[in-house]
């Protein structure tokens, strides 16, 4: 498969080199955040001040457990399964009913959130898919 400096283009106008270069500093970023968290003591057993409670630090890391899931169930099971678009709709849709659900509330009380929740993954879905293939030139799985 000829690569893109076969093509005669630069190898600094590769289509990979913006997200590499983004996905590197984010990398960066994310290594020094959690390197000066765990130097100011994220790691020890002491609550320091603002530290939530045991009650609050679970379902913290209950939803962050639920977003990693939703992610992983994104990337890995929906991508090349389903159209693009769908996926996207699935995974946007998805997130905003799980997140925003509220206990207690009646079925009838219900309707109107996941109703914008469903209308707000498709246009999320038709919008990425529209922006990365028309603007980005992206062609998409």
Do not use: N
């Not at 246009?123 to 898919?129: F, S």
């Amino acid at each position: 498969m000829p690569t893109f400096t076969d093509k005669g283009a630069s190898l600094f106008l590769a289509p990979g080199i913006v997200p590499g270069f983004y996905g590197s500093v984010l990398t960066l970023l994310a290594l020094v955040l959690a390197a000066r968290s765990i130097w100011r003591g994220a790691l020890r057993g002491d609550k320091g001040v603002g530290a939530a409670s045991g009650a609050g630090d679970r379902a913290g890391l209950l939803r962050l457990a639920i977003a990693i899931v939703l992610c992983l169930v994104f990337a890995v099971g929906l991508i090349g399964l389903v159209p693009f678009w769908v996926a996207v709709a699935l995974f946007v849709t998805s997130f905003i009913v799980i997140f925003e659900w509220q206990p207690g509330l009646g079925a009838g009380a219900r309707v109107r959130p996941v109703g914008t929740a469903i209308l707000q993954g498709m246009i999320a879905g038709l919008l990425v898919t529209y922006v990365f293939q028309e603007v980005f030139f992206v062609r998409l799985p």
